[in-house]
């Protein structure tokens, strides 16, 4: 099972992007959804999350002040809009998705399905 993310591409420092991903529908229930990042040659990195029944938020402090991320329940959607763009904003977002409660949702381990990533360049 893979999720669709969409919505990545090259934008000036400063620039917005809305990240947007969906769950297919054989995952019926969702606990959380998150956004991870990978530039190149670091690891993957926790960006955001949100519950998606509470509606509960969490951001990684490179990004608090700048993303935010949404989700809608009944279409097993999140967003994340992506604002104030800098060039080291520059990877390949991976959203994700627990069905369950596994831990912490910063965590890699804690989700269950994963999208293929999509681009995002912040050109300075």
């Known amino acids: 099972v893979q999720l669709q993310a969409s919505g990545g591409g090259l934008v000036q420092a400063g620039g917005s992007l809305r990240l947007s991903c969906a769950a297919p529908?054989?995952?019926?229930?969702?606990?959380?959804m998150g956004w991870f990042r990978q530039a190149p040659g670091k690891e993957r990195e926790f960006v955001s999350a949100?519950?998606?029944?509470?509606?509960?938020?969490s951001y990684a402090d490179s990004v608090k002040g700048r993303f935010t991320i949404s989700g809608d329940n009944a279409k097993r959607t999140v967003y994340l809009q992506l604002n104030s763009l800098k060039p080291e904003d520059t990877a390949v977002y991976y959203c994700?998705?627990?069905?369950?409660?596994?831990?912490?949702?910063?965590?890699?381990?804690?989700?269950?399905?994963w999208g293929q990533g999509t681009l995002v360049t912040v050109s300075s």
């Open positions: 994700a998705a627990a069905w369950t409660y596994e831990g912490p949702l910063s965590a890699i381990r804690s989700y269950h399905f």
């Open positions: 529908e054989r995952i019926f229930s969702t606990y959380a």
């Open positions: 949100v519950t998606m029944s509470g509606g509960s938020t």
